[in-house]
Antibody
Framework: EVQLVESGGGLVQPGGSLRLSCVGSGFSFSTYEMNWVRQAPGRGLEWVSYISDHSRLLLYTDSVKGRFTISRDNAKNTLYLQMNSLRAEDTGVYYC???????????WGQGTTVTVSS | EVVMTQSPLSLPVTLGQPASISCRSSQSLVHTDGITYLNWFQQRPGQSPRRLIYQVSRRDSGVPDRFSGSGSGTDFTLKISRVEAEDVCVYYCMQGTHWRSFGQGTKLEIK
């Protein structure tokens, strides 16, 4: 079965840090470009960060530049998002996703919830 | 940054009737390779998004043929030929030509 499973979310105070993980299985993880997408409560989808298949290219949305770091370990089929200096506006469900533009498939995780609050 | 604008943001629908969602981009989505990278996603309540359409009009495996995508350049449309109860949820367009960005989402609701 093709799947992505996120973990690492939780409640953190403003200014704190969290590290999200996403483990892929059932497909050739190392050949897929990967992304983090978030969804604030009751809001739409927001692309957060991108990493190429062999980590040569990293991209971030402006609001997280300098605070978030995306990385991956293809030997472990795992994607990461290190989130520092967290703000209330970072609250939401974080999905790892391939956001694939071609066939045969696009893969999303079930999401992990991050809540930034004092 | 490419801005994706969907309309309407809320769409009252009648089961069995057609529905149409518009998505416009702030710049052309034709890539230098000649392909237009425009996806449509469906998100049911409490679920992760699911890709329905890629490259403007190509349906993913398992997607009912009542869903169709069309458009070119900066102007795109998702059509549902006959809305079923399971289709009442939120739909997003996403461009992949200039990295990635999503539309705001369109919520289908029963009229």
């Amino acid at each position: 079965e093709v799947q992505l499973v996120e973990s690492g979310g939780g409640l953190v105070q403003p200014g704190g840090s969290l590290r999200l993980s996403c483990v892929g299985s059932g497909f050739s993880f190392s050949t897929y470009e990967m992304n983090w997408v978030r969804q604030a409560p009751g809001r739409g989808l927001e692309w957060v960060s991108y990493i190429s298949d062999h980590s040569r290219l990293l991209l971030y949305t402006d609001s997280v530049k300098g605070r978030f770091t995306i990385s991956r370990d293809n030997a472990k089929n795992t994607l990461y998002l290190q989130m520092n200096s967290l703000r209330a506006e970072d609250t939401g469900v974080y999905y790892c996703a391939s956001l694939e533009l071609r066939p045969p498939m696009d893969v999303w995780g079930q999401g992990t919830t991050v809540t930034v609050s004092s | 940054e490419v801005v994706m604008t969907q309309s309407p943001l809320s769409l009252p629908v009648t089961l069995g009737q057609p529905a149409s969602i518009s998505c416009r981009s702030s710049q052309s989505l034709v890539h230098t390779d000649g392909i237009t990278y425009l996806n449509w996603f469906q998100q049911r309540p409490g679920q992760s998004p699911r890709r329905l359409i890629y490259q403007v009009s190509r349906r993913d495996s398992g997607v009912p043929d009542r869903f169709s995508g069309s458009g070119s350049g900066t102007d795109f449309t998702l059509k549902i030929s006959r809305v079923e109860a399971e289709d009442v949820c939120v739909y997003y367009c996403m461009q992949g030509t200039h990295w990635r960005s999503f539309g705001q989402g369109t919520k289908l609701e029963i009229k």
